[in-house]
C-alpha cells in the first residue's frame, strides 16, 4: 500500500505554464508506474499522461506536445509540466501508481491514487 499526495495545482490564464508534482510514500518507487488523470465535474476521469518504470512515456492526444510527464526515483516524485494550457484543461487532476508493466491507459489498471489537485485555466 503506497499513499500519493498530488501539490501545484492553481488558477492560471489560458496560454500559461504549471507543473504539478505528485509524491509516493513507499520504499519501492522505481518499481511503479506512475500517470495522471483529470475529471471533470460530472465527466468520467480521464487518462492524461503517463511514465512506465523503465522511463517510456504515453500522453492522450489531447495534451500531446503540451503536457511532459518526468519522474525523479529518488524523490519519490512524478511531475506533470503543462504547457499553452487552455481553458478544455480545467479538471481535478489525480496522480495514479500501478506495478503492472507497459503502457496503460485504463483507470481500472490503477491501484494506488491521490486525492487530487484543482487546476483551472480561465480564458
Known amino acids: 500500500q503506497i499513499q500519493l499526495v498530488e501539490s501545484g495545482g492553481g488558477s492560471v490564464q489560458a496560454g500559461d505554464s504549471l507543473r504539478l508534482s505528485c509524491t509516493a510514500s513507499t520504499l519501492y518507487y522505481g518499481t511503479y508506474a506512475m500517470a495522471w488523470f483529470r475529471q471533470i465535474l460530472g465527466k468520467e476521469r480521464e487518462f492524461v499522461a503517463t511514465?512506465?518504470?523503465?522511463?517510456?512515456?504515453y500522453y492522450a492526444d489531447s495534451v500531446r506536445g503540451r503536457f511532459f510527464i518526468s519522474r525523479d526515483n529518488v524523490r519519490k516524485t512524478v511531475y506533470l509540466q503543462m504547457n499553452s494550457l487552455k481553458p478544455e484543461d480545467t479538471a481535478v487532476y489525480y496522480c495514479a501508481a500501478d506495478k503492472g508493466a507497459g503502457v496503460r491507459t485504463a483507470k481500472s489498471a490503477y491501484d494506488y491514487w491521490g486525492r487530487g489537485t484543482q487546476v483551472t485555466v480561465s480564458s
Open positions: 511514465i512506465t518504470r523503465g522511463g517510456n512515456t
